[in-house]
Each structure stands twice: as C-alpha cells, then as structure tokens.
C-alpha cells in the first residue's frame, strides 16, 4: 500500500473515497496531525487496512468491504478471466476475518456475493461498482435519516457525552452518533459534546473533537475515567454512542468502556441512546453474549505513540469492545425509525 497526496480539502466524509477506478482510505491512524491517505490497489490491501485501523467504524468498515470487493474481483478477472468466481475466494476470505465484531462487514460481503452467485462468468467489475456504490450512498442517507429521529428524541437544549467516535470517519458520511449531534445541534439542541478520549486508540481526542471541532460544534475532551463525574455534576441529559453490532435482543457491542459509561448514566438519571444503521442489527444473534468480541496485542494498552508507559514485563488485557445489555437503554435509533426500551420483540418487528 502506498500514501499518495490527493489534490482536495480533506473532510471527515472522506473516510473512504472511490476515485478514479480506486479505493482510497483516510488514515485515521494519523488524525488529527496529519492527513493522508492509503491507496488500496488490491482486496488483500483493504483487509489489511481495516485490521490495521487505517479505517475503522461498523459501517466504514463495511462500505471498504464493499468496494474491496470489487478490487477482488478486478484482480481475479486478470488473472483467471471466467475462472474469476473460484480464484476470488482467497481474498473474500481474508476480508472476512479482518476484524470479528463488526457485523457491517460480513454484511457487505454478503450482499456482493449475493450478487456475484448470480454472475455470469463475463467482466464482474461494473456490476459490482455499481453495487459497492450503492452501499455507500444508502450508508449516508441511512445516517442523515437516523440523525434527525436521534435528534427528535432530545426535548430541551442541553449537553451530551459521547464515546468513542461514531462521526463521519466511522461511517460512508455524516455518522451516527455525530449524525443524530450534528442534527441536534443544527435544531438549536445542543449546549457542548463531551467527548471520551477512549483508549488505546485515542479515537475520541484525535477524531471525534476533531470532527466536531471543523463542523464549529463546542466539545471538551474528557479522560475515560472523567464520565462518572462529568455526569455527577449535571446539565448532560444524554449519553449517544454508536455501535458495531446489535444482538436480536437489543444488547449493544461498542468500544469498551460503552459499559461502564451506561451503567453511570442509569445511576444519574441519565438516557442513554445508540444510533446505528439497520445493518449494523444482527438477528442471527441472540444475544451480547454471542457476539465475538476482537481482543488485540496488549502492546497497544503498555505504550502510547510508540513508547512504552508500562513496566518492562507487564501483561495487559486489551478487549476493542464491550456489551452493554438492553436493559440499559433508554433508545436505539437507525434509519427505520426508533425503539424505545429496546427488547427482542420490539427489534424483531423492527427488523420485519
């Protein structure tokens, strides 16, 4: 993979950009000091890209998927002409296993095989251009549409927290959690964003305060460990956060800590809210206890930009993601509409 310069402003709708017959990937690695992008000519290098964090975000993670797809594709017509549906499996394979718990991934590369199962041995690229495309625009407007019905839910201006970052950089544009605050806040609802920093990655420092700082949204970064108190001390009348799966029964995997934060809301009256696409609920799973959760190299928890914080020897548990149970939710948002005090039933008449 290698970084070109691409002559445009960089915006954080640009997480994953089809330009010129090419797929390229924001780095969200080097936000917000730096911007630039990785150039993926080939599937195998976008399942790279996604298991190394140069993307990442549910939804981002599946529009990549979606377009990777079509390198594959493009590769294996060179190589195998009309052999091309047998010598694509290795890499599909490969993109499948780049990153377990977000379930928009598997649901991307299973739409373009649907769609490739009813291929003739011709050409494939075009029609899976086209329907890569439409994944991404579909993506947008789900999050443009789950924006204003999250921002519909909050009555009176007030403060919010946020984890993690659900922005336009986590999905194909606009966000989720970001979408339903940029709608808030584009309805005069409100007042400031708390932002959790959210280690190892940082993703809430480097890209959620970045995001909402270029879009002139006030936000004030906090530790992790800060929620509970921020919260103690009032004005904050909603915890929103995204997710990157959704059990049938309405528990939510999101970037650890999710958790914590959830169960601190419900001891101070505060609601919480999960804003999600549609695609991102997995009713072949019954519950947060089958959701398989990515662990990665404790090596990312000992160190900080590359240096080492912790102890010589030092052992770390280092979970991407944590479940926090229905019960706890006040409101899960997506395209389709809301579910309020979300259980099995009211996500399966969603989902129907």
Known sequence: MKQPVLERKISADDAVLWQDGELYLLDQRLLPHEA???????????????????????????VTAA?????????????????WKTAIQDELEQLAGARPTA???????????????????????????REAKRIHAEDIQANHVLGDLGASLIEAKTSVITHCNAGA????????????????WAAGKIER????????????????????????????????GAAAARLAAGGIDWVIVGSDRIAANGDVANKIGTYGLALVARA??????????????????????????????????????????????????NPVFDVTPASLLDAIVTEKGIILSPDAKKLARHMA
């Open 169 to 184: 950089l986590a999905t194909g544009g606009y966000g989720t959690a970001l979408g339903v605050i940029r709608s808030a």
């Open 268 to 317: 101070h009256g505060v609601k919480v809210m999960v804003a999600a696409p549609s695609s991102t609920i997995d009713m072949a799973c019954p519950s947060g206890g089958d959701i398989p959760i990515e662990t990665r190299d404790g090596a990312e928890l000992l160190g900080c930009a590359g240096k080492p914080v912790a102890a010589t020897g030092v052992e770390a548990w």
């Open 67 to 83: 377009y990777a797809v079509v390198l594959s594709a493009r590769s294996a017509w060179r190589r195998a002409q009309g052999g």
């Open 36 to 62: 630039c992008f990785v150039h993926c000519s080939r599937g195998v290098d976008a399942a790279k890209a996604i298991a190394d964090m140069v993307v990442r975000g549910a939804p981002a993670i599946g």
């Open 103 to 129: 379930v928009n991934l598997g649901w991307a590369l299973r739409r373009m095989q649907g769609l490739i199962a009813g291929m003739d041995q011709g050409n494939p690229e075009p029609l899976l251009l």
């Open 193 to 224: 964003v708390f932002a959790d920093e959210t280690r190892p990655w940082l993703q809430g420092s480097r890209l959620t305060a970045w995001e909402l700082q270029r879009d002139g949204i006030p936000v004030s970064l906090l530790a992790d």
